[in-house]
């Protein structure tokens, strides 16, 4: 009789167990898993970026409840250099896995998300992966290894202490850092006319290394020095270009390095300053196809 009992309260259970595995698993999930995720999200990087933009914002709640929110987890986990990291949609919020799959196919919010964090921390590719209980999984293939990362930042100091001095103003560093970069840099016509791909040009180990970019090594290179002269600064997209804004004064300025650094005719190098630290209505005046940017992103720069 002891053992009918004892059959027939584990059958309830594992009955239980089944029916309400969905909610067993959530709550697993949120007293243990999360718990734990944002724990280690505390341990930040050296390249986190403490500090928020106007379209992008560093949470510590990882329990989203509208579209902004889950925004606001993507670019807090790329800003702290996570490669995994997992949060979970509460149920209360009907369309979270709806909202994170729209976001997650969205590659050119994503690209403009990344643009706002250090470029050591940004993504090569990112995959969002979800399941039926709500948990949400944040893959993150950074664009800059270790070995790059050491390259990059030994080559940077050496540069550094050549081109600026402790007399020097903030300004007069920014310049000679525009200056160093277009003068030991060639645009890399082959990748953008024929795809033919020789250099890592589209990144700041193309410029810096290689004396080889693109729009993107010529911003990730100028985003490095901004970043060691402590100013606010992210690069700025449009639909087939990318260049830096920065911070100076409380007022945002624009700089395109590749646009300053012409290719010429002849084959000649060329150094100019018509994009150098200029204002969002002097841009706009300037040029007016390749610079058109999301102002409903970049809101810093809206005029």
Known sequence: MKK??????????????????????????????????????????????????????????????????LISIYYTVINAGKKNFTFHCPKKYKTCTEDVKELANNQVLLSHINNFVHPFNGFKHIETEYDSYGAVTLKIE??????????????????????????????????????????????????????????????????????????????????????????KNYKVSSENHVWNAVELNHAWYHMDLTWDDPVMSDGSDSLEYNFYLITPSELEELEDTEHLYPKEIYQELAI
């Open 142 to 231: 950074p664009t800059y290894n270790k070995e790059k990362i050491i390259m990059i930042t030994q080559k940077l100091k050496q540069i550094e202490q050549e081109i600026w001095t402790d007399t020097m103003s903030i300004q007069d560093k920014i310049k000679a850092a525009h200056d160093y970069i277009i003068n030991h840099t060639k645009y890399d016509k082959d990748r953008s006319d024929s795809n033919i791909v020789r250099y890592q040009s589209d990144t700041a180990y193309g410029s810096l290394i290689d004396g080889i970019a693109l729009c993107g090594g010529y911003t990730d290179a100028m985003a490095l020095f901004l970043e060691d002269l402590g100013l």
């Open 4 to 69: 009918y009992v004892v059959c027939i309260l584990l059958v309830l259970s594992f009955g239980i167990v089944y029916v309400f595995r969905k909610e067993i698993y959530r709550i697993y999930l949120e007293q243990f898993v999360l718990k734990h995720e944002a724990i280690v999200l505390e341990d930040k990087n050296t390249y986190y970026r403490d500090f928020d933009f106007d379209f992008v914002k560093q949470t510590d709640n990882f329990v989203p409840s509208t579209k902004e929110d």
